[in-house]
């Protein structure tokens, strides 16, 4: 495993734009996710953030604070983690891992209000659902059916 230089999570800015739009993933796991140059342009509640790696984009995410959230969860104070991608040549360096652990600090300092963090991952994509009970998250036993089949949603409280 590569050494994780400096990860920290930012909000979207224009100059990582060329880089984001650049990123690709393994066959396998498009089925589970979306890339960051499906969102150029963003609806109001919607926050893209960026994981960079000493400064560099290496992954990228989406946090929503619209009324699709309450889809996930009864808590008003929730916010909805969406679209979670790693660029395929990043991939197997811990920065997911370690991005998802930054979270909680990150959402307290930028969304002070939030309380929670909720999330659908596919039950055939044991990878993230393996990455996301370690960090913290807890199934919360609510399934959905979603574009390709039966959603686990977790939650991460604070």
């Known amino acids: 495993m590569e050494k994780i230089?400096?990860?920290?999570?930012?909000h979207f800015s224009d100059?990582?734009?060329d880089t984001l739009n650049s990123f690709r993933l393994p066959e396998e796991q498009v089925q589970f996710t979306s890339l960051p140059i499906n969102y150029?342009?963003?609806?109001?509640?919607?926050q893209r953030i960026v994981i960079l790696n000493d400064?560099?984009?290496?992954?990228?995410?989406?946090?929503?604070?619209?009324?699709r959230v309450k889809e996930y969860s009864d808590n008003p104070k929730a916010m909805l983690l969406t679209a979670l991608s790693i660029d395929q040549t990043q991939q197997g360096k811990g920065y997911a891992k370690k991005a998802m652990l930054l979270l909680r600090d990150f959402i307290a300092n930028e969304f002070p209000n939030c309380k929670e963090i909720v999330l659908a991952v596919n039950h055939?994509?044991?990878a993230a659902q393996q990455l996301y009970l370690k960090v913290g998250f807890r199934d919360t036993g609510i399934r959905r059916i979603g574009p390709i089949g039966e959603q686990f949603i977790l939650s991460l409280v604070f």
Do not use: A, W
């Not at 230089?5 to 930012?10: C, G, K, P, S, V």
């Not at 150029?40 to 919607?46: A, C, L, P």
């Open 40 to 46: 150029k342009v963003v609806t109001e509640g919607q």
């Open 5 to 10: 230089d400096y990860l920290e999570l930012r």
């Open 15 to 17: 100059e990582y734009m």
């Open 124 to 126: 055939r994509n044991i």
């Open 55 to 67: 400064k560099e984009p290496v992954g990228f995410f989406l946090l929503h604070s619209t009324e």
